[in-house]
């Protein structure tokens, strides 16, 4: 019969790795960061409701209020999980695909432009075949340009925020762990990745739900896991093939982007300003099908056209030694 002590250290620990094991690595640096925000974001309005009526602020006070606590929430998020990650890894930031470099810069930058026709193509598709329709819409409510673009700016602050948080938590810390700890136990790296993504992207489904304090009406939060979970998938995918987070980060900022800024879902409060707005007649199911097939098509070729080949880098599933790694074999 095994000690208390011993029966902890076999569940936290592995058996050739002094580090904890990869599903505790995976998910407590977005389990925590994740409930500091909620903590915070809760804290700082009690706090501003003590001092200050949130109803009387007008609707571009309020707009810019929410994104930049936004913004800032998702920052601290963001050094915690890292702050988190690095220790319980025991490897450095560069390690989870983050880096400065020429290819990374390009890769961001057609990541955005990806990005954005993933949300762009399809709307424009159902337009044409009367699935979706532009809808007129008010301009934002602001009496001068400066504050149209200081809007626009703090919502671009929130966005890069909050998408960094998500895809550094999801993909370079959550998806790598659980994809190393599949390999040191299944042998099979391929395999390990693939169940390392779906296991990941449905995390990261799920974690939408807990956001937005679940679905708001019925069926709701099943369609928030199913669509979230299928982009990230194609954005979790993108990290797989490059082992870098650049791709994902750039597809994952520009489709965010677009909706707030370009074009609006109708049914949507509108919180930045936009050139306008468009009712869609399909469901979420179908829109999300169609952002992640053209998004999908987009990104093989480029990695084709950039890289010449299309595969899953071994870095992803296997631990690659550098300067601060302490331990042996992923378990």
């Not at 990005?115 to 532009?134: C, D, H, K, N, S």
């Not at 990261?204 to 896991?225: D, K, P, Y």
Request: with cysteine; charged share 10%; proline share 3%.
């Amino acid at each position: 019969m095994i000690s208390i002590p011993e029966a902890i250290g076999r569940v936290t620990t592995g058996e050739a790795d002094t580090r904890v094991r990869a599903t505790w690595r995976g998910v407590v640096p977005w389990g925590l960061s994740f409930g500091i925000q909620l903590v915070l974001l809760s804290g700082i309005f009690l706090a501003i409701r003590s001092v200050l009526d949130i109803s009387e602020l007008s609707t571009v006070s309020a707009s810019l209020l929410e994104f930049t606590l936004l913004g800032v929430v998702s920052a601290i998020g963001i050094v915690f999980a890292l702050f988190l990650a690095t220790r319980l890894d025991k490897r450095s930031v560069s390690a989870y695909g983050i880096a400065a470099s020429r290819e990374q810069l390009v890769d961001l930058v057609v990541g955005l432009g990806i990005g954005a026709l993933t949300y762009a193509v399809p709307t424009a598709v159902l337009i044409r075949f009367g699935g979706a329709e532009l809808t007129a819409t008010s301009p934002f409510p602001a009496d001068s340009l400066s504050v149209v673009m200081l809007g626009i700016a703090v919502a671009v602050f929130a966005f890069l925020c909050q998408v960094g948080f998500e895809e550094i938590a999801f993909r370079g810390v959550m998806l790598k762990n659980f994809a190393e700890g599949l390999t040191a136990r299944r042998g099979s790296q391929r395999s390990s990745v693939v169940l390392a993504l779906l296991t990941s992207s449905v995390l990261f489904g799920v974690s939408h739900v807990i956001a937005q304090g679940g679905g708001g009406t019925e069926g709701r939060s099943v369609q928030l896991v199913v669509t979230s979970t299928l982009l990230g998938i194609l954005w979790g995918g993108s990290y797989v093939l490059t082992g870098s987070l650049s791709i994902p980060f750039g597809l994952h900022l520009g489709h965010n982007l677009w909706p707030a800024v370009v074009l609006q879902p109708a049914e949507t409060t509108l919180l930045a300003p936009a050139l306008g707005q468009v009712s869609y007649g399909v469901s979420q199911y179908t829109l999300a099908a169609g952002k992640v097939l053209v998004g999908s098509i987009c990104l093989m070729v480029w990695l084709y056209l950039s890289r010449g080949e299309i595969t899953i880098r071994e870095e992803v599933a296997n631990r690659v030694a550098n300067s601060t790694d302490l331990t042996s074999s992923p378990r």
